[in-house]
């Protein structure tokens, strides 16, 4: 359908796991895949530490690097928080902000989440912002007024030139972890509504070319029905990003 505007992205967020020393093995496994690179657009989203070492060992590589988080802040007393600008100097390309994990742990609101994406666009870094409801949500069938909401609050102030910038990630958060992918017939669901709101924020154009991924349990099997939904983009990997399944899911969005 769309799709002929915009790349696949397939995003991998490795959570708190691993250490710098495996990551030159994983990334010369996965980059081995040669082909894997052509048509799609993929990262692995790392814990801080583990960036110069994914930067070093993706060097030359199709692979790009993302981060987990970044502070709202350009720099000061902030003990312990990481600003867009050190993410740049390290050259990280992406950026996870607004996971439902994050909201959860560390109270992050839409306002915050707003504040992270304008430092990420301020620094040249793409911001993968989440977005998702609770199961509790969708039983009540609140569903798609709970993630307009964090889409509106998340983009408030956003110009149209800087939202082409920004990716999408709709990750359900009873999908996370769980093994409980929602249905293809789900994601897309939300996933074409989150295009709509977008339409309704910035036009139909604009709204056509921004990447809207899922996540959630997403994994080799299950990809290629999730990415063939006119409205999915991509996807937000967790846990099977970090196994060599990682490399058939980019795979399943070469297809
Ligand atoms: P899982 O793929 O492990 O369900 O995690 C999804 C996720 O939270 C990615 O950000």
Known sequence: MDKKYRNALIAGNWKMNKLASEVPDFVEELASVADLGKGVDSALCVPFPLIPAMKEATDGTWIKVGAQDVSSHDKGAYTGEVSAAMLADLGVDYCIIGHSERRAYHAESDQ????????????????????????????????????????????????????????????????????????????????????????????????????????????????????????????????????????????????
């Open 112 to 255: 915050l989440v707003n504040e992270k994406l304008k430092a990420l666009l301020g620094a040249g870094i793409t911001p993968i912002m989440c977005c998702g409801e609770s199961l509790e949500q969708r039983d009540a069938g609140v569903t798609l007024t709970f993630v307009e909401s964090q889409i509106k609050g998340g983009l408030a102030g956003v110009s149209p030139e800087e939202m082409k910038k920004v990716v999408i990630a709709y990750e359900p958060i009873w999908a996370i972890g769980t093994g409980r992918t929602a249905t293809a017939e789900q994601a897309q669901e939300v996933c074409g509504y989150i295009r709509k709101v977008l339409a309704g924020l910035y036009g139909e154009e604009l709204a056509k070319g921004v990447q809207i991924l899922y996540g959630g349990s997403m994994n080799g099997k299950n990809a290629a029905e999730l990415l063939a939904q006119p409205d999915i983009d991509g996807g937000l990997i967790g846990g099977a990003s970090l196994k060599m399944e990682f490399a058939d899911i980019i795979g399943a969005a070469n297809e």
